[in-house]
């Protein structure tokens, strides 16, 4: 249903382990020059309706909504020439922007 890679698992480690967040939060909000947004946060409670998904130590909340949209995808953690940041990989976008942080359905 949603899949993260070993290279997102191990940042969400560092920066949870840093910052004492329990919970790595993803949401897709309205917005962004596609239409959605990814939104990466990280969060110490969880919410009644959220989705635990868990990957090695590393637990991962999304709200139903949001799962709508995300089935099927795969959150990767990149380094390139543009920086490092969490991508998503959903084979439900249309399209996508150049930055990858938005999309269309």
Excluded: W
Excluded at 8 to 35: M, N, P, T, W
Excluded at 50 to 77: A, C, E, Q, R
């Amino acid at each position: 249903m949603f899949d993260v890679t070993a290279n997102a698992v191990k940042r969400i480690k560092e920066i949870a382990l840093k910052e004492k967040h329990e919970y790595f939060r993803i949401s897709v909000d309205g917005g962004g020059c596609q239409g959605f947004s990814y939104k990466f946060n990280f969060d110490k409670k969880i919410n009644n309706e959220d989705k635990i998904f868990k990957f090695s130590d590393v637990k991962i909340l999304i709200d139903p909504t949001s799962l709508n949209f995300l089935k099927g995808s795969k959150l990767d953690f990149v380094n390139d020439l543009i920086g490092s940041y969490f991508k998503i990989t959903n084979p439900n976008a249309n399209s996508t922007c150049g930055c990858g942080t938005s999309f269309s359905i």
